[in-house]
Antibody, heavy 123, light 107 residues
């Protein structure tokens, strides 16, 4: 059974940093691209970042480029989102999601999602 | 960036109704479109990818169509479990973008 379990969320002050983790199980981790998608309270979905199965290719939304870094550890079956210079508008539930395509390249449709991790940026 | 616009934003329907949700892209995305269902407090669930391919395990009452800039999600007969918010997403080019969502509520 495919499972994605996020952790690392919490309350952080503006300008602060936080690292989210997503532990994957139930599939061959290295053959799937992974993404982070966020949802501000009461709002819609916003794609944040994607990383290829090898980790060699990464992509970001303009709103987080230069502040967030996605990475993965194949030995720990874990994908990370390092978030720096956090702003109030980064407050959201952050979901980790698996790419539907097993090629390892970020295809775009996301077939398995974690339960989400809430990040609150506030003084 | 490619803008995705869904209509309507809210839909009031009864069980058994046929439901149609439209998603328009600001430029052609070929058939690189997915549809998701989200219930309150839960993660989104993939329903359809490549505009019309039903994800495994999704009931056949859900269907998708379209290409280029105009797409449709249809529920042939609304069931109680289908009351939720639906999102389209383009993955033709980065940044991937979602529509604003369509809430399907009980009439």
């Amino acid at each position: 059974e495919v499972q994605l379990l996020e952790s690392g969320g919490g309350l952080v002050q503006p300008g602060g940093s936080l690292r989210l983790s997503c532990v994957a199980s139930g599939f061959t981790f290295s053959t799937y691209a992974m993404s982070w998608v966020r949802q501000a309270p009461g709002k819609g979905l916003e794609w944040v970042s994607a990383i290829s199965g090898s980790g060699g290719s990464t992509h970001y939304a303009d709103s987080v480029k230069g502040r967030f870094t996605i990475s993965r550890d194949r030995f720990k079956n874990t994908v990370y989102l390092q978030m720096n210079s956090l702003r109030a508008e980064d407050t959201a539930v952050y979901y980790c999601a698996r790419d539907h395509d097993s090629s390892g390249y970020p295809g775009g449709s996301l077939d398995y999602w974690g339960q989400g991790s809430l990040v609150t940026v506030s003084a | 960036d490619i803008q995705m616009t869904q209509s309507p934003s809210t839909l009031s329907v009864s069980v058994g109704d046929r439901v149609t949700i439209t998603c328009r892209a600001s430029q052609s995305i070929s058939r690189w479109l997915a549809w998701y269902q989200q219930k309150p407090g839960k993660a989104p669930k993939l329903l359809i990818y490549k505009a019309s391919t039903l994800e495994r395990g999704v009931p056949s009452r859900f269907s998708g169509s379209g290409s280029g800039t105009e797409f449709t999600l249809t529920i042939s007969s609304q069931q109680p479990d289908d009351f939720a918010t639906y999102y389209c997403q383009q993955y033709n080019s980065y940044p991937w973008t979602f529509g604003q969502g369509t809430k399907v509520e009980i009439k």
